[in-house]
Structure formats: structure tokens, C-alpha cells
């Protein structure tokens, strides 16, 4: 079965939020030949300019049915006549595709069509209380780095689209050619949900600098004692302002970031294959595996012993591209 694939473009689009996504796909083809047919269309076809000055050549804007939608975000979007038309032909298109998906801020695209009223949806970072109050219809969340409601699928920024790729992948081909290309590309753990991941730690999307370096020190420093009131005193803050500063600076309390950075280290220790479950509790700063275990339920639903069977198996199966 070849699946096609529409990726929407328009002058000024971000390049990387479709050849991201687009290599994943192909890569995807290396290991299933034959999987997916990709297309690139924009408002005026020919050579379309991308904001970095590389042009893409893409059809005009097509007619279906597609297995799947792409719009791309871009500076281009802030042309009115580029979203309305845009948004006139994601909104014709959809009632026929299977699946349309946002990278970045492509997310406004689909809100202008219609399609994400009622939705859950997300977009980058930098404008997501801007798309918030543009499009109160949508139901948007902050703490996202890619999520689906119904047919729609939206992204936070230009990584996140790739990851996106892969998880429409895994629905498609399965999980052994989704991992495949996760290796391939790069993309060492995403969780199911597209919530929990690495990069999310690494750049919350803060626009001041001024956690970066106790954040640092939380993940250098994970198995000591590491409260609210500790925390704010190594920033000479009070409780309260550090509290206040802290969520609405990275997007998460103080707590809810200690927790999530020791639930990426004990993820990562329990893929090494090496330490024991209490040691791992141990080393990631939970302490209590029991209270380790309750972590995973709550943030990721599985336990800490089958997110290790689920790494043995992996690790057991052959590469598909080696």
C-alpha cells in the first residue's frame, strides 16, 4: 500500500519543517519500499523560497485524496493571502485525507481552517499564548511536543516534526520500521504520548536564561535533595517569587521539572541493560523504587520493569537499515 503524502509550502517556509519530516519518510521507503508517495504543493507552484533562501519545487496547490496533510510553519504565514489560501485548500482537503498534521507554527494554518476547533493542539513555544488567544475555539496545550485529537496531529517546533514523522510511521509500518528510522535520524527515546522527552528538558522554552544554569545543576545533580525551598535558595529567591518565576518562565512547576528530569535519567539507565531496578531508583535520584514506579504509571503509563522488557526486545531485533 503507497500512502501519499501532501506537504504544504508557500514563500518564506521554514526548511527544515519539511525536509525533517520528509527525510523521515524516505527513510521509511528504504525499509518498506513503496510505503509512501511525497509531494510537495504550494499556492503558486515553481520554485518556492524558503526563509533560509533554499527553494523547494513544488506543484500547484493539488487536488486529493491524500493519506496525509502537511502544513509547514514559516514566516511566510504571516501573510494574510498566503494562510487564507492556504487554509481555504487544507479545509476542501481534509474531509478526504486521513490525517492532517501541523509542524510548528502550520498549527495556525489548521485553526484557520476550522480544523481544530474543539481540538487539542499545540505550535511552538514562542507563540503558543499568541495562537491561544487568536484561536480561542482551540484547546491548546503548553506542554506538548507533538499530539494528535481525531484526524489531527500538531507539533511544537522544528525537531518535533520529525518526531511526529516517526510516530505516524510506527502507525503505519509498525514498530521495528519506526525504530529504524528513529536510529537513522537519530532520535534516540520518545515517549508514546508525546510528552515526555529529552529535548523538552533541554530547551524548555523559556524566553529569559535565567534557570539555565540551576537547571544544570538539577540534572548534574540528581540524587540530592532538591525541594522547593532548597531550590529557591540557590537562586537567593523566595519561595514564592522562584515558584511563580519558574513556571511561567520553563512551562512546569519546580517539581514537576525535578521529576521528569529523573524519570529521563532512570529511563536512560534502564535501556543500558546494566543496573538493577533499585539501583536505578537509586542513581536517578527517586530513591524508593516503589516511588520510582508511581512516577512512570503517572507520567507514562507503564512501569519501570516493562519500559526494561520493552528495550531487551528492541535490542534483540535486528536493524531493518543496517
Known amino acids: 500500500m503507497t500512502r501519499r503524502l501532501a506537504f504544504a509550502i508557500f514563500p518564506r517556509f521554514q526548511l527544515m519543517d519539511v525536509a525533517g519530516p520528509i527525510a523521515a519518510f524516505d527513510f521509511a521507503n528504504l525499509v518498506a519500499p ?189 540524587q540530592e535533595r532538591m525541594n522547593v525551598d532548597d531550590l529557591a535558595g540557590r537562586m537567593a529567591m523566595s519561595t514564592r517569587n522562584f515558584t511563580r518565576q519558574f513556571q511561567r518562565e520553563t512551562g512546569m512547576s519546580p517539581a514537576k521539572m525535578v521529576e521528569r528530569m529523573r524519570l529521563e535519567a532512570a529511563r536512560s539507565l534502564l535501556e543500558s541493560q546494566h543496573a538493577s531496578i533499585d539501583e536505578v531508583a537509586g542513581l536517578s535520584g527517586f530513591g524508593d523504587p516503589e516511588r520510582m514506579r508511581r512516577a512512570f504509571r503517572r507520567n507514562e503509563g507503564v512501569s519501570p520493569r516493562a519500559v526494561r522488557r520493552a528495550s531487551r526486545t528492541l535490542n534483540a531485533r535486528p536493524d531493518p537499515l543496517a
Not at 513503496?34 to 524558503?50: D, H, K, N, V
Not at 533554499?54 to 504571516?78: M, N
Not at 474531509?95 to 505550535?123: K, M, Q
Request: aromatic fraction near 8%; charge should be negative; include cysteine.
Open 34 to 222: 513503496g510505503s509512501y508517495l511525497i509531494e510537495t504543493c504550494a499556492p503558486a507552484g515553481g520554485l518556492i523560497r524558503s526563509s533560509a533562501g533554499i527553494s523547494i519545487f513544488a506543484q500547484t496547490l493539488d487536488k486529493g485524496p491524500f493519506d496525509t496533510i502537511f502544513a509547514s510553519g514559516g514566516y511566510g504565514l504571516g501573510d494574510p493571502s498566503t494562510m487564507s489560501v492556504l487554509a481555504e485548500w487544507l479545509a476542501e482537503e481534509a474531509g478526504g485525507a486521513r490525517r492532517i498534521a501541523a509542524v510548528c507554527v502550520g498549527s495556525y494554518a489548521l485553526a484557520e481552517a476550522g480544523l481544530l476547533d474543539g481540538r487539542r493542539a499545540t505550535t511552538h513555544w514562542g507563540w503558543i499564548e499568541d495562537f491561544a488567544r487568536r484561536f480561542p475555539r482551540v484547546i491548546v496545550e503548553r506542554d506538548a511536543i507533538f499530539l494528535q485529537d481525531g484526524p489531527c496531529w500538531t507539533s511544537s517546533g522544528i525537531s518535533a516534526g520529525i518526531e511526529l514523522a516517526i510516530r505516524l510511521i510506527e502507525d503505519d509500518l509498525g514498530t521495528d520500521v519506526a525504530r529504524a528510522v528513529a536510529q537513522e535520524v537519530f532520535v534516540h527515546t520518545r515517549g508514546t504520548d508525546g510528552h515526555l522527552e529529552p529535548s523538552r528538558l533541554q530547551a524548555t522554552g523559556a524566553v529569559s536564561r535565567q534557570f539555565d544554569e540551576l537547571q544544570q545543576w538539577m540534572r548534574n545533580n540528581l
